[in-house]
């Protein structure tokens, strides 16, 4: 049976809203106190209405109490338990986030051969920043293949004109790279 | 009305302090001995006590001494005492109140006395 004192706590610990180990505290606590109360009005024979009313009027609003406990219980830990029930949307958001950083500024790459070992050796996991717009010679550069994929390449020299790269992969005859190809210059490794 | 509940919170705060002193009390019986010792006039809105004791609790000015389960299910009783930081809190309000006290007497004393 759902009693008078049972309905009330509920309701307190909704408006409260605690973390799970002060929630079970604080509801056998005000338990302790509230059935203190309700035993008297019980002994009078006081229907179950009777009672809930006397608590309002002795205990307060369970609304009122409610937020002032968890105000009480510290700003930190409401935060942390708002942000738990957010969690969802917040990493959509940092997904997405993340999604337009590497389509406009910066990637993430695996080396997947040897071709511009020694700088950057099979395996090596590297930073592209997209936004590169002057290279030079020694520049390690990714960029879009005749093939479609993608590459990396040493730059050997830089056109002045049109701005195409000469760029070298190791067993791979030179190639020239129109500007439009330039994905962008590796800015770190894991070497 | 709303600015009396105002001010009663302000003085349970110190009173609270000022019983758990005397000795170390949970919840219900520091409810009854501010209702019993101020002659009912600190009676009302029990629940408020606990917001007033957790923030005390989390403030470092009282901790739960001990915790016994009381007759029946799922019943604990929180003894709350005094650290050393809360008697030091104490001491600094007793002195504001006398102060408030002896200013407001002062100058309302003889005309709404």
């Not at chain 1, 505290?25 to 106190?33: Q, S, T």
């Not at chain 1, 002994?43 to 009672?51: F, G, L, P, Y």
């Not at chain 1, 190791?170 to 210059?185: A, T």
């Amino acid at each position: 049976m759902h009693d008078a004192v049972e309905q009330y706590l509920d309701e307190v610990l909704a408006y409260a809203s605690l973390a799970r180990g002060d929630e079970r505290r604080v509801r056998e606590e005000l338990r302790d106190h509230l059935e203190e109360l309700a035993t008297t009005a019980r002994e009078n024979n006081a229907t179950q209405e009777e009672v809930c009313t006397m608590l309002q009027n002795e205990f307060g609003k369970p609304e009122a109490i409610g937020n002032a406990i968890a105000r009480a219980k510290g700003r930190f830990r409401t935060y942390l338990k708002k942000q738990k029930r957010r969690l969802p949307i917040t990493l959509a958001v940092v997904f997405i986030l993340v999604l337009l950083l590497e389509l406009t500024v910066i990637r993430v790459f695996r080396a997947a051969t040897d071709a511009v070992a020694p700088n950057i050796p099979l395996g090596s996991r590297m930073l592209v920043y997209k936004l590169a717009s002057a290279f030079r010679p020694g520049d390690v550069v990714a960029f879009r293949s005749a093939e479609g994929k993608t590459r990396l390449g040493v730059v050997q020299t830089v056109d002045d004109g049109d701005g195409s790269l000469k760029v070298m992969r190791n067993g791979e005859p030179e190639q020239i790279v129109g500007r439009g190809k330039v994905i962008g210059r590796v800015v770190a490794n894991t070497r | 009305m709303e600015n009396r509940a105002q001010f009663l919170k302000g003085c349970v705060r110190t009173l609270v302090l000022e019983l758990l002193q005397e000795r170390p009390m949970y919840g219900y019986e520091i409810a009854s001995a501010l209702k019993a010792r101020s002659e009912g006039i600190f009676a009302l809105g029990q629940g408020t006590l606990y917001p007033l004791l957790y923030s005390l609790e989390e403030k470092g000015l009282i901790r739960v001494e001990r915790e016994e389960d009381a007759p029946g299910a799922g019943r604990r009783r929180c003894y709350y005492t005094l650290t050393p930081a809360g008697g030091a809190e104490l001491e600094e309000n007793l002195v504001t109140w006398r102060e408030i006290a002896r200013g407001m007497n002062l100058v309302l004393g003889g005309h709404h006395a």
